[in-house]
Nanobody, 125 residues
Framework: QVQLVESGGGLVQAGDSLKLSCAAS????????MGWFRQAPGKEREFVSAISWNGGTTNYADSVKGRFTISRDNAKNTVYLQMNSLKPEDTAVYYC??????????????????WGQGTQVTVSS
């Protein structure tokens, strides 16, 4: 069982940066691949980024490639999403999720077993 708690969201202007954190409970954090997804009002949840259990493999949606960076610190049971050059279309609730390690880099929500409650990111123009 893994419990995930996101933090770091907020209201920023276009071009600003934010760093999201997702703290995981339990001692098996390093057994999980981790992902970030987002959901804007009236839209389906979409993949943002994912990272393998050891951080060796990362994956990004085309819409964030070059602007967002995913990382993890297994000693701190935390995964991060550094978001730079934010755009109004990045506005959404951002969720972190945990998947069995063999789903490394997966962009499919159904591969993820555990989800956080989400943190709101709002980017004004």
């Amino acid at each position: 069982q893994v419990q995930l708690v996101e933090s770091g969201g907020g209201l920023v202007q276009a071009g600003d940066s934010l760093k999201l954190s997702c703290a995981a409970s339990g001692r098996t954090f390093s057994s999980y691949a981790m992902g970030w997804f987002r959901q804007a009002p009236g839209k389906e949840r979409e993949f943002v980024s994912a990272i393998s259990w050891n951080g060796g493999t990362t994956n990004y949606a085309d819409s964030v490639k070059g602007r967002f960076t995913i990382s993890r610190d297994n000693a701190k049971n935390t995964v991060y999403l550094q978001m730079n050059s934010l755009k109004p279309e990045d506005t959404a609730v951002y969720y972190c999720a945990a998947a069995p390690k063999y789903y490394s880099g997966s962009s499919f929500p159904n591969d993820y077993s555990y989800w956080g409650q989400g943190t709101q990111v709002t980017v004004s123009s």
